[in-house]
């Protein structure tokens, strides 16, 4: 057999063999069988020298031709296995755009902001406007001012947390047991006619309960003028009753004592769990206190530099968590700050 047969014998061989080859492997079994040491390509190579001048010179350029063929077919074959390899990957990780997108995680508004949110709506429906103090209040603002001196019992009801007792009542600094330090803030600075709000954080060193927590959400109110009475205190507390509430829900007040203000109230709503009837949530009463309110003290008025014969004011202090609870049903304040998602979710 004349070595330019078996040249062409290979060639179609290795054509055949190669398309044959799907992956990496399998094309080195190829390149090894058919271009290797011990290919018959190669033994053909070797055996040139044994042909005379003529033959060796043809049978010798055909066999290196086929040897260039061959190398480039490989190189050809390793890039579409590899862009074979890609388009693989890419497939497998093809986004469909036509399909609908995945829902995005929505966030909401706390249960107790959305209150204090809805609260200030109603009192700047009625003309109030909002203003803001510091959560670490002088002891001066938070009781002196406001009738509550060093002994009395008044102070022991609100365990307050101290940041700084040296000195005297002027330099003490705490967390605000309430937000009614900033109607004296105010009047201090401002001449009657007032009308404003204050919502903030307050904090007492309670024991928790379903209805006590040592950090709560207040809102002050405050207004003085020329003949206001506790008429119009009633009239503004059920206006926000009513927004918050529906006309439904039974508000009550009552006689309450607070060293800032004479008369003082209290107002209770309708306990939404038990009905009125009394339950773990209402403590058995059957109402539940949202603030404490009142005519402002001529004392104070009169320290502040307005004229208590000519101004009178009224002051009420709500419970934000509280008033949270009547509208969204939650039996235990405490809920409101675990930061518990599956709570938080149902806002
Ligand atoms: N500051 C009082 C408290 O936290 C609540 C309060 C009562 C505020 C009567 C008032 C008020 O403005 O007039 O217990």
Redesign the pocket.
């Known amino acids: 057999m004349s070595v330019l047969t078996t040249i062409e014998e290979i060639r179609a061989k290795a054509r055949d063999g190669l398309a044959e080859v799907r992956n990496d492997a399998e094309l080195e079994t190829w390149r090894v069988a058919v271009m290797g040491r011990k290919s018959p390509l190669m033994s053909a190579l070797r055996s040139l020298g044994k042909l005379g001048p003529e033959e060796r010179k043809e049978a010798g350029r055909a066999a290196n031709l086929l040897k260039t063929q061959l190398d480039q077919a490989l190189e050809e074959k390793r890039e579409t296995l590899g862009r074979a390899r890609i388009e693989e990957t890419e497939t497998a990780g093809r986004i469909d755009v036509t399909l609908p997108a995945r829902p995005l995680p929505e966030g909401r508004l706390h249960p107790v902001t959305q209150t204090q949110r809805d609260i200030v709506d109603a009192f700047v429906a009625q003309g109030f406007s909002v203003i803001e103090g510091p959560e670490v209040e002088l002891e001066y603002y938070n009781f002196e001012a406001l009738r509550i001196p060093a002994d009395h019992p008044a102070r022991e009801l609100m365990d307050t947390f101290y940041i700084d007792r040296s000195g005297d009542t002027d330099s003490k600094l705490l967390l605000r ?2 937000t ?1 330090p900033n ?1 004296i803030r105010f009047m201090e600075n401002n001449d009657p006619p007032v009308r404003i709000i204050c919502p903030g954080r307050t904090y007492r060193n309670e024991a928790t309960d379903p209805s006590h927590e040592w950090m709560i959400t ?1 809102t ?2 405050l207004a003085v003028d020329e003949g206001l009475t506790l008429a119009h205190l009633k009239g503004t507390l059920f206006e926000l009753a009513k927004r918050l509430f529906g006309r439904d829900r039974k508000v009550r007040f009552r006689c309450d004592f ?1 060293r ?2 004479e008369p ?1 109230v209290d107002m209770a709503i309708d306990c939404f769990l038990c009905g009125g009837k009394g339950c773990r949530t209402c403590k058995k009463e059957g109402w539940i206190e949202i603030l ?3 005519m402002v003290h001529p004392e104070i008025l009169a320290n502040m530099g307005y004229d208590p014969d000519i101004y009178t004011g009224f ?3 709500l419970g934000v968590e509280r008033i949270a609870m009547l509208r969204y049903g939650v039996d235990d304040i405490r809920h409101f700050y675990e930061n518990d998602l599956r709570f938080l979710r149902q806002f």
């Open positions: 047991t309430h009614s109607q207040q002050e109110v607070f800032f203000v003082g404490g309110a009142g002051a009420a202090g």
